[in-house]
């Protein structure tokens, strides 16, 4: 019987992509009103370069871009390109359709609700809480809380020990194949891979269930649970 479903949250529950995506071109667009001279395309292309080398939650990534380009950081410009980017943030930052409603019914029906996600601690609760999810989770298991980035059983085991449940009783899902369903299955987890957050082009995931959108979670939590 299924008693919890296990989130990661982006791509999942709030879609990150396009935050991130609209976040960097507000930053960029600062930075050139403020005095760099390189187009649009380039700096945001040099900017991406570093996420892919350090980590798409590199904090630094506009102080080295910076740096790299001119071997010093304008304070004018990197504040103008840092407020840009925080403002864009959170104006993107939307969950996906039909997440709110979803979490609720779950909560109605009795299952217990966690996240399971790669993300620094205060990043992860920012977002969170800046959706109004802050309240509606029993366990938040981030990076900083586990030290070890899925698929690696450890966050997913204090996920399980938090929530005082056995693997078979949890569901996960999330959009990351290679991360989120095989770390899951691997400890014993049945998963759900949250295709309309894929950005992988993932063919064939591995999962228990493949669906197209969170709503979809109701009718798998009856299934399983024999209500159906």
């Given at each position: 019987?299924?008693?919890?479903?296990?989130?990661?949250?982006?791509?999942?529950?709030?879609?990150?992509?396009?935050?991130?995506?609209?976040?960097?071109?507000?930053?960029?667009?600062?930075?050139?009103?403020?005095?760099?001279?390189?187009?649009?395309?380039?700096?945001?292309?040099?900017?991406?370069?570093?996420?892919?080398?350090?980590?798409?939650?590199?904090?630094?990534?506009?102080?080295?871009?910076?740096?790299?380009?001119?071997?010093?950081?304008?304070?004018?410009?990197?504040?103008?390109?840092?407020?840009?980017?925080?403002?864009?943030?959170?104006?993107?930052?939307?969950?996906?359709?039909?997440?709110?409603?979803?979490?609720?019914?779950?909560?109605?029906?009795?299952?217990?609700?966690?996240?399971?996600?790669?993300?620094?601690?205060?990043e992860a609760w920012?977002?969170?809480?800046?959706?109004?999810?802050?309240h509606l989770f029993?366990?938040?298991?981030?990076?900083?809380?586990?030290?070890?980035?899925?698929?690696?059983?450890?966050?997913?085991?204090?996920a399980l020990k938090?929530?005082?449940?056995?693997?078979?009783?949890?569901?996960?899902?999330?959009?990351?194949?290679?991360?989120?369903?095989?770390?899951?299955?691997?400890?014993?987890?049945?998963?759900?891979?949250?295709?309309?957050?894929?950005?992988?082009?993932?063919?064939?995931?591995?999962?228990?269930?493949?669906?197209?959108?969170?709503?979809?979670?109701?009718?798998?939590?009856?299934?399983?649970?024999?209500?159906?």
């Amino acid at each position: 019987m299924i008693k919890a479903i296990i989130f990661d949250l982006d791509n999942t529950l709030v879609d990150f992509m396009l935050m991130k995506e609209r976040a960097v071109h507000a930053a960029v667009h600062a930075m050139i009103d403020s005095g760099l001279k390189m187009t649009m395309d380039e700096a945001v292309a040099k900017i991406n370069a570093i996420y892919k080398r350090e980590g798409i939650e590199y904090q630094q990534v506009f102080d080295e871009f910076l740096n790299d380009e001119f071997g010093t950081i304008d304070n004018k410009m990197i504040s103008a390109g840092i407020v840009a980017y925080r403002t864009a943030r959170e104006a993107a930052l939307k969950a996906y359709p039909g997440v709110f409603p979803t979490l609720i019914e779950l909560i109605k029906m009795g299952i217990k609700l966690a996240v399971v996600s790669d993300a620094p601690s205060r990043e992860a609760w920012l977002r969170l809480s800046y959706l109004n999810f802050h309240h509606l989770f029993d366990v938040i298991i981030t990076f900083d809380d586990s030290l070890n980035r899925k698929p690696s059983p450890i966050p997913f085991n204090l996920a399980l020990k938090r929530l005082d449940l056995k693997a078979s009783e949890c569901l996960m899902i999330g959009d990351w194949a290679e991360r989120d369903v095989v770390g899951a299955k691997a400890v014993g987890m049945k998963t759900v891979f949250a295709r309309y957050g894929d950005t992988f082009n993932t063919v064939h995931p591995g999962s228990d269930y493949d669906i197209n959108s969170i709503t979809e979670l109701i009718n798998i939590v009856k299934k399983e649970n024999k209500l159906l």
